[in-house]
Nanobody, 120 residues
Framework: VQVVESGGGLAATGESLRLSCTTS????????MGWYRQFPMKQRELVAT?????????????NYAEAVKGRFTISRESDENTIHLQMDDLQPEDTAVYYC?????????WGEGTQVTVSS
């Protein structure tokens, strides 16, 4: 199973970045995809998730961490296992490694992570 992330990089405070993630190769249907982030010396934490077909929460239903509500928007490509995270009004506290998360009816998978750095 492949989980391929793209986007990320360096932004100034108030600027925007867009992350994308696509997955392929799973024999199980995807139920949820999303993004988590990890700060140095901290646990990985939820950023946003979005539901896919057959998920109990409804196709397209999105869930956000309080810290990013109103600034970040998660979306999915129809008929593809691809998601995007539009990150607007970035703040230095958003600096972290962002990981794509894939939940299926079988295993769950993680991407390798992409660094997002926001300068003050």
């Amino acid at each position: 199973v492949q989980v391929v992330e793209s986007g990320g990089g360096l932004a100034a405070t108030g600027e925007s970045l867009r992350l994308s993630c696509t997955t392929s190769g799973s024999t199980f249907s995807v139920t949820t995809m999303g993004w988590y982030r990890q700060f140095p010396m901290k646990q990985r934490e939820l950023v946003a998730t979005i539901a896919f077909g057959e998920a109990s929460s409804g196709v397209g239903a999105a869930n956000y961490a309080e810290a990013v509500k109103g600034r970040f928007t998660i979306s999915r490509e129809s008929d593809e296992n691809t998601i995007h995270l539009q990150m607007d009004d970035l703040q230095p506290e958003d600096t972290a490694v962002y990981y794509c998360y894939v939940k299926t009816w079988g295993p769950q998978y993680w991407g390798e992570g992409t660094q997002v750095t926001v300068s003050s």
